[in-house]
């Protein structure tokens, strides 16, 4: 606005000083010479001394500008006039370097993490290698795994590994997808070294696998997913303007098309996204079991009583994806991963969608593995989209030199019973909500009460501190109790959060001392 502004105001001066120019053009004498000036060299230097108080005025009207001017003194442009420069030294304390280091260092391994038994995969023993579907269905929730809603999606749950008690990596699609495709926290999301190199990408490609990703929508650059979701990742990449449902299934056919039978040709994992249970959500006339159910043009916001027609909608919208997926959910042959991005909100929470509130409803979403010998299994304590790959690996048989660098880890090697916490990131401000591991479905009493701890953490300053215990909805429990269930989590779980020295417990304030 600034710039604009500035940029305004130079045209008008340089138009108005030209008119001047041509007015009162002069001619001057010295002896034998005769200087004359034209009206841009008249322009020019009448308005020289224009440019140099207009900037002067917005530099002292710009306090946000000489801030960062101040702070890269050794970066921004404007300090090679030399007119500006700090007004005291920067300064850190040891703290913040050692925990900036360990950052960094944890951002360098991330990218050495590889596959170290190459000669032993399942796929190099097998005649017919098993090739990998991940299926990411937009906006999902858990309870639309049921036998009325999704019932072929339901039954292949039955068949493998039922997440029971799962999370996403956050309340966002970016969030989410980043936390599923690289095994860690989605607070990894805004430090790019991670982002541009997802760990799926870069494990299944040194095992072998050729990669394809397909959807039915495109809009990757708004949100920041276009680092990950890109044709350099992939072999074979196909995304188009989102036409709901018709898009929907013209990824899907391209999906079959690519992990179709060719002869010798090595085994491939395939990324499938699919947008059409986002609002409005788009229905397939012919699955329509759920009604009544309103129509597309629905209003937002909607009051309660509209509540029920516009789940239905949903659940039909769900109905028909489900229909749509047929062709690609047999795991006699192949893994079959089905994850929701995150979860949606229809008013439980005060709120509809998704990305506006650390909720369990917009935080909570199924996630179901199924495939060759994998045995049936409903995993009941909490897990998250960190969990998944860690899991998908394992269930392959790819082992990878450094395990640890993952946040998530096997489900299958771990007792529901351990002390460890997983961070749920929000997708509006630089906070986590942490849920203990150890928690399980049978709590769900508890958990209406007691959701999670609400932190305002960034890998960007590295700042952690806890603010207060958030219910169900992800509102703040304001009260000592919540206090004491901060302290008690953070004395159980080492804090993966702040790598400095871990005797220290980080801050614990009430909503009311944070404002």
């Not at 991940?134 to 039954?155: D, K």
């Not at 992800?474 to 080492?494: C, K, S």
Request: proline share 6%; aromatic share 10%.
């Amino acid at each position: 606005m600034g710039v604009g502004a500035f940029a305004i105001t130079l045209i008008v001066l340089r138009w108005s000083t030209i008119k001047l120019a041509n007015a009162c053009q002069t001619h001057l004498k010295s002896g034998v010479f005769e200087i004359a000036f034209s009206p841009w060299t008249s322009a020019w230097a009448a308005s020289l001394p224009s440019i140099v108080l207009v900037a002067t005025l917005w530099m002292l009207a710009a306090p946000e500008f000489n801030s960062i001017v101040s702070g890269n003194t050794n970066r921004h442009p404007w300090n090679l006039t030399g007119l500006a420069s700090p007004k005291k030294a920067l300064k850190r304390s040891a703290s913040q370097v050692e925990s900036e280091l360990t950052t960094q260092s944890r951002q360098f391994q991330h990218r050495l993490n590889v596959v170290n038994n190459l000669e032993d995969l399942q796929h190099a023993r097998s005649p017919q290698p098993a090739d990998v579907v991940v299926i990411v269905v937009e906006s999902l929730r858990p309870e639309l795994i049921s036998p009325e809603c999704m019932p072929r999606i339901h039954h292949l749950a039955k068949q493998g590994i039922w997440f029971g008690n799962h999370y996403s990596g956050g309340n966002g699609s970016s969030l989410g997808i980043f936390s599923l495709v690289n095994g860690t926290d989605a607070t990894w999301f805004y430090l790019s070294s991670i982002r541009f190199s997802p760990a799926m990408n870069d494990l299944f490609r040194q095992a072998g696998y050729e990669l394809g990703f397909f959807a039915g929508v495109d809009d990757w650059q708004p949100f920041q997913m276009d680092a990950f979701i890109n044709d350099s990742q992939y072999d074979v990449f196909h995304t188009e303007s989102r036409d709901w449902l018709a898009s929907d299934r013209r990824a899907i056919a391209k999906a079959k098309s690519f992990l179709a039978p060719d002869g010798q040709r090595p085994p491939r994992l395939a990324v499938v996204y699919l947008y059409s249970t986002h609002a409005p959500f788009d229905v397939n006339p012919e699955d329509t079991p759920h009604r009544p159910f309103a129509s597309r043009d629905y209003p937002i916001p909607y009051t309660p009583s509209q509540r029920d027609q516009i789940w239905n909608r949903y659940r039909n919208a769900a109905k028909s994806i489900d229909t749509e997926l047929v062709e690609l959910l047999d795991p006699t042959n192949r893994f079959i991963v089905v994850a929701g991005d995150h979860g949606e909100s229809f008013l439980e929470d005060g709120t509809i969608g998704h990305g506006t509130r650390c909720s369990e409803v917009q935080l909570r979403t199924p996630v179901v593995i199924a495939g060759p010998a994998v045995e049936s299994r409903k995993l009941t304590f909490t897990t998250s989209h960190a969990d998944v790959l860690p899991t998908l690996l394992s269930l392959i048989g790819i082992q990878v030199s450094r395990p640890d660098l993952f946040d998530g880890e096997d489900v299958l090697r771990t007792s529901m019973h351990r002390k460890q916490i997983v961070a749920l990131a929000d997708f509006l401000h630089e906070e986590v909500v942490l849920l203990p591991r150890n928690r399980t479905t049978r709590d769900a009493s508890y958990r209406r009460n007691h959701f999670g701890l609400r932190c305002r953490y960034s890998h960007l300053d590295s700042r952690f501190v806890s603010i207060s215990s958030v219910d169900q909805r992800g509102l703040d429990i304001v009260g000592e109790d919540g206090v004491e269930l901060a302290r008690q989590w953070i004395r159980e779980n080492p804090s993966r959060f702040r790598p400095s020295d871990k005797s220290r417990s980080p801050a614990i304030h009430s909503p009311a001392q944070e404002n």
